[in-house]
C-alpha cells in the first residue's frame, strides 16, 4: 500500500465487479473505503482495456497512482496504468506485448522524473524477464483542415504535465536544420494544445522540444 497523508492506497488480485481486482483508498482510521477502480472482466484469452490480477502495489505522484497489472490488456498479458486519487482519469500507458518488452509484471514500479522503471517476469530477449522503462512523452499529432494544418498535442497525460514544451519548426532534416519556434503560438482546446498553420509551398518539418 501506498500512504498519503489520512489515506491509504492499495490493490486487490480479485473482486470487483468482474472479479478482475480493484484499486482501493481507505482512511487510516478505517473509514471512508472507496473502491477507486474496478478492472474490467478478463476472457477466456484475458484480453480487456485496463489489465487485471493485480500483484503489486501502487506508487504516487501528486494527485495519480501508478500501478501495473500482471493480466489483461491487449495481449492478455499486463499493463502499467494511471488513475486519478479520486477514481477519475484512468488511463493504460503501456499494454506488454510479450516481444523485448516482456510480460507478466507482478512488482511495482518507480517514478523518476518523466520516466517509469519496472520489471516483467516473462518474456524479452531470452524469455526469462525484462527491467523496462516508459517515458511519458507528448504525441504530436497533425491534420489537414482546408487551407491549414493542425497541429496537436495534451497539455498532460497520466499526471505528467507537458507544460514545458515547445512546438518548433524547419524547412529541412539536414545537418544544417535551424529549428524556430513556431508561429502563431498554440492555444488551448479542451485539454489540447492546438496550432493552426496555414499550408505554404515550402516544406515543414514539426517537433515539440522540452
Same mark, same amino acid.
Given at each position: ?59 504516487? *505522484?501528486? !494527485?495519480?497512482? $501508478? &500501478?501495473? %497489472? #500482471?493480466?489483461?490488456?491487449?495481449? /492478455?498479458? =499486463? +499493463? @502499467? ?30 517514478? *523518476?522524473? !518523466?520516466?517509469? $522503471? &519496472?520489471? %516483467? #517476469?516473462?518474456?524479452?530477449?531470452? /524469455?526469462? =524477464? +525484462? @527491467? ?48 524556430? +519556434? ?29
Amino acid at each position: 500500500m501506498v500512504l498519503s497523508g489520512n489515506t491509504l492506497y492499495g490493490t486487490c488480485y480479485r473482486g470487483g465487479t468482474s472479479d478482475a481486482g480493484t484499486v482501493f483508498a481507505l482512511n487510516t482510521d478505517g473509514t471512508g473505503f472507496a473502491v477507486l477502480h474496478s478492472f474490467p472482466a478478463l476472457p477466456p484469452y484475458y484480453t480487456n482495456s485496463d489489465g487485471g490480477g493485480l500483484f503489486s502495489g501502487l506508487i504516487l *505522484s501528486g !494527485n495519480t497512482l $501508478y &500501478g501495473a %497489472a #500482471y493480466s489483461g490488456g491487449s495481449s /492478455g498479458i =499486463g +499493463t @502499467v496504468f494511471a488513475l486519478n486519487t479520486n477514481g477519475s482519469g484512468f488511463t493504460t500507458v503501456h499494454s506488454f506485448t510479450g516481444g523485448s518488452d516482456g510480460s507478466r509484471p507482478s512488482a511495482g514500479l518507480l517514478l *523518476s522524473g !518523466n520516466t517509469l $522503471y &519496472g520489471t %516483467a #517476469y516473462w518474456d524479452g530477449a531470452y /524469455g526469462h =524477464g +525484462t @527491467v523496462f522503462s516508459i517515458f511519458i512523452q507528448p504525441q504530436l499529432t497533425m491534420t489537414s483542415s482546408g487551407a491549414n494544418v493542425v497541429l496537436m498535442w495534451p497539455t498532460n497525460y497520466a499526471g505528467f504535465s507537458y507544460a514545458g514544451y515547445t512546438l518548433q519548426s524547419t524547412t529541412n532534416l539536414g545537418s544544417s536544420a535551424v529549428w524556430s +519556434t513556431n508561429s502563431p503560438a498554440p492555444v488551448v482546446v479542451n485539454g489540447q494544445n492546438v496550432a493552426t498553420n496555414s499550408i505554404t509551398g515550402s516544406q515543414q518539418f514539426f517537433r515539440l522540444s522540452q
